[in-house]
């Protein structure tokens, strides 16, 4: 009997520990699977964020963000005056117009940007690459576009009868909203008309710094026309750069913007001359009341127009890899004018 009591409880505790042991296997295997799970959301979500940052384009918001400040800036100095609560919802208003242009630009320049993704591969043309891709699909950049336009209307809205900054504050907010919205949507497509470009220096040169100062003060002062000049031939020059890796997708596609009516050579003459100007209204802005050192911190900016001036005259925009590169360095031309005349004032 006691051996066989204990035969039993030997069985007993087997049969114990091999359940133990399957249920510790099984309860393994679950946690692992659902640690695989846990982990493949983390990268999902990673990578959802990354395609909204990419689509976006937050590097490119500086364009329209350091004129902003420019503006807030000079009513700061000029008229001391200065409301935080208006400043936010006035920069807020900006990026969500040029959140409006961009998205809006990606769905309606799909067909062209496939294009250029099959001819080059440069960061600066051809769209983000996010819906040729297949990452997401091409109607969220529409909807997007036109949520962010209502959105930017809204805080016009409530600048103007709430905070009170002025009759002309939704007028202003509609030359940037509207021109930004349909250049590149149909049927309006101001991108493929010839004046698309003329359109963007006015809305990333004059209006922002302009409207900024008027939010804040409710007037314009005159210093504020005369050095949106070189900010509006640069960001104009930014665009029209950009249309050169982009030549061939926009002459399959009937994208007739100002380079496909022009041709590259003459477009080459086009940007010397506007990138000059830019620089000579830079140097000259002494004589309309702004501070000499403009002309000595503008000194680098200068340097590295020219080289893009001598790079254009000798034909290396035919160079893709050159091409490139002086598209980054153009962007650095635009945001250095902006930054140049805020570090004049500060």
Known sequence: MLIT?????????????????????????????????RCF???????KIKTWFVLSRPPFHTVGILPFILGTLLAYKINSVFSLEIFLLGVSGVILIMLSTYHSGEYFDYQGDVISNRLHDNQFAGGT?????????????????????ILAGIIGVILQFVLKTGPYTLLLGCLGAFPGFFYST????????????????????????ASSYYIQTGVIHPVVHWMTIPIALTIFNVIFLNEYPDYEADKSTGKKNL?????????????????????????????????FKIVYLYLPVLTISLFIVVMMLRGKYEDKKMLEKLCGLNIAVNLGTSLVYILVYI
């Open 259 to 291: 380079l496909y009516r022009i041709g590259k050579k003459n477009g080459e003459f086009l940007y010397v001359a506007f990138s000059l100007l830019a620089s000579a209204a830079v140097i000259a802005s002494p004589f309309f009341g702004i501070a």
């Open 5 to 37: 009591g204990i035969t039993l409880l030997t069985r007993k505790s087997t049969v114990h520990e091999s359940d133990s042991r399957f249920f510790t296997k099984k309860d393994l295997y679950v946690k692992t699977r659902r640690n695989e799970f």
């Open 186 to 209: 149909k049927p309006v497509r101001l991108v493929q008309r010839g004046v698309g470009e003329i359109f963007i220096g006015f809305c990333y040169g004059w209006l922002p710094v």
């Open 129 to 149: 690459r996010i819906l040729p891709h297949g990452k997401i699909s091409p109607k969220v950049p529409f909807w997007t576009s036109i949520v962010t336009l």
């Open 41 to 47: 959301m983390q990268n999902s979500n990673i990578e």
